[in-house]
Every structure is written in structure tokens, then in C-alpha cells.
């Protein structure tokens, strides 16, 4: 095994007043650690941490903690993710000291996609608690080295917490006191669902800032660039809680078909410079969606390179 770390780099980077910018790998479909490996090596230099899907969209794959121990070993930085619908406490705070005997120092806490939209739809959802518990759960196993029965913990986990927060669902009146709850809880940061309509964000920032939310923790805005119209009008219909603009389908048909993922990843960048700039955002979460080695172009013209040591 290699060294452990002491401590968060993506925590390092934020706190320093640094643009934060982390991306997304998806584990394999099986035990093929060479594939994810080469996937490792688009994002290695070019992100301050690697979020680490746990059988997203409710579809098997190898586990999170599994593969963010193999993420340490290749020197990146990963965000263990875990998500409530397939274990009860017991094995959550078992994972979450497993994770960090293994080196991993960020987690981010999810509720999980319905067990229905994947490929075991007869699995049974745990729930045991939720992902606003979960966040509770961490940040007492780490601040005040606790189990939640109360029992103390010999070494206690120090995880920078994480949770994700969609400003698009419905109701959207509700999506900023969620938030607010999600800090409340203990969030250190936020990442958001994938932004598309760009309007509907910038009003639920300004809300953001003004119930000054953005003080209590770190909120790095969801991007994800689009292959082509066609990836556009999927997600529109068929993934639940995205708002895509038909301007932006039009944007992509508006050119011809060969030229469509280049302009998906101009309208990425031009969001992206745009958070640079935009009151309360602290950093951006790259989901280039079985897209990594498009990573290290988009960090290039992005001008987030070369990432701060700290």
C-alpha cells in the first residue's frame, strides 16, 4: 500500500480561496481494473479530485470504495461516494471507517437512484436513513468521534463531507431550504446536478447568496459537456430532474452533426467562465459522462490548469 494521506487536497484547495474543479469516473461493469486505470490517467494533473460513482443509476458495477482505494494507489485524489438505498448503518459506518484506514479523505452522500431505473429492478431498498442522516452521520463519526449509538471511536474518520444538491427539481421554491438543510446537517461541500438552463441557475444562486448559504460551505456548479443533440434530447425526456433549454437542443442541431460535440463542449466552457465570475460558486464538478479523455482538453482551454498545489 501506498502512503496514506493526511488530508483532503480537494479541503486544501477550497479553504485557499482556490476555482475548485473535480471530476467523475464511473466504474467498470466487472472487475477490469486495467480499463479503469487508463480512464484514471485523463483526469490525473487535471482535476483536484475524482468523484467516485457508487452503482449508479442503480446498476451494478465494482464498488466505490474498491475502486477509490485503486484511484489512491495511482496517485489521484478520490470522492468516495455512497449512497443510501443499498446498505443499512451498520455496514455505512463500517464502509466509512474502511475508507478512511484505505486513504480516502473525501465522501459524498447521496440518496441513490430508485433500484427500478437500473438492471435489478426485484432488488430491495435499504433506506435505513437518509442521505441528510448519512451527512449527520459522517460529520459526528468525524468531529466528535462517535458511532451513532454514541459509542466512541478509536480513530476517528476524517472525511471531507460532501453532498449533492439539484436546483431543478420540482418544487423549486423547495431546492434552496433543502440545501439549507443539507449545510445544516454538515455538508462541507455541494456539488450540483448537471446545469443546462443557465437563467433558472443563476436565479437559484442569487437566492443561494442572499440566505448567505455560500458562507456555511463550498458549492461547485455541475457541468457536464454535451456529445450531441441527440445525448441532449435523451436526458430531456428520460433522465428525471434535468432542465435542458430547447435553445441548447437547437444550439447543437444548428451545426452539422460531426461539429455537435464541439459545441457542446464551447457551451461547457462558456458556463464555465461564467462560474468563475458568479457570486457564491466555488469551483466546478466535470461530468464528462464516459467522456475522460476529453478531460484534459477541456481543463486546458477552460484555463483551470495547471491545478494549485497546496
Known amino acids: 500500500m501506498s502512503e496514506l494521506k493526511s488530508g483532503s487536497n480537494l479541503e486544501k484547495v477550497l479553504k485557499a480561496g482556490y476555482f475548485a474543479f473535480t471530476g467523475e469516473c464511473g466504474p467498470p461493469k466487472g472487475a477490469n481494473v486495467e480499463h479503469l486505470k487508463k480512464k484514471f490517467q485523463y483526469l490525473k494533473g487535471n482535476v483536484d479530485a475524482v468523484n467516485v460513482t457508487d452503482n449508479q443509476t442503480a446498476v451494478v458495477r465494482m464498488s466505490s470504495l474498491a475502486a477509490s ?52 429492478p426485484q432488488a430491495k431498498n435499504v433506506h435505513d436513513i437518509d442521505s441528510m442522516q448519512l451527512i449527520a452521520l459522517v460529520k459526528k463519526m468525524r468531529d466528535q468521534g462517535k458511532f451513532m449509538n454514541d459509542e466512541d471511536i478509536d480513530v476517528a474518520p476524517k472525511l471531507f463531507v460532501g453532498a449533492a444538491c439539484n436546483p431543478f427539481a420540482d418544487p423549486y421554491e423547495f431546492r434552496v431550504h433543502r440545501l439549507a438543510n443539507k449545510i445544516t446537517a454538515g455538508a ?55 432542465d435542458i433549454p430547447d435553445a441548447l437542443i437547437n444550439r447543437l442541431k444548428g451545426v452539422n452533426k460531426k461539429d455537435q460535440s464541439e459545441e457542446g463542449i464551447c457551451f461547457a466552457l462558456e458556463q464555465i467562465e461564467e462560474f468563475k465570475q458568479m457570486q457564491g460558486v466555488a469551483g466546478v464538478h466535470l461530468m464528462a459522462i464516459e467522456w475522460e479523455h476529453k478531460v484534459p482538453e477541456i481543463a486546458q482551454r477552460a484555463k483551470v490548469l495547471p491545478r494549485p498545489a497546496v
Open 69 to 120: 482505494r485503486l484511484m489512491v494507489e495511482e496517485g489521484l485524489e478520490p470522492n468516495f461516494q455512497m449512497v443510501c438505498r443499498d446498505r443499512n448503518r451498520l455496514a455505512m459506518m463500517s464502509d466509512i471507517l474502511g475508507a478512511h484506514a484505505l486513504g480516502i479523505r473525501n465522501m459524498l452522500c447521496l440518496s441513490g437512484d430508485h433500484q427500478s431505473f437500473g438492471n435489478h
Open 188 to 242: 462541507d461541500f455541494i456539488q450540483t446536478q448537471c446545469i443546462f438552463n443557465m437563467d433558472k441557475f443563476r436565479d437559484f444562486m442569487k437566492k443561494v447568496v442572499d440566505m448567505g448559504l455560500d458562507k456555511g460551505c463550498h458549492i461547485l456548479a455541475g457541468v457536464t459537456p454535451m456529445k450531441n443533440a441527440g445525448m441532449a434530447n435523451f436526458m430531456k425526456k428520460f433522465v428525471p430532474g434535468m
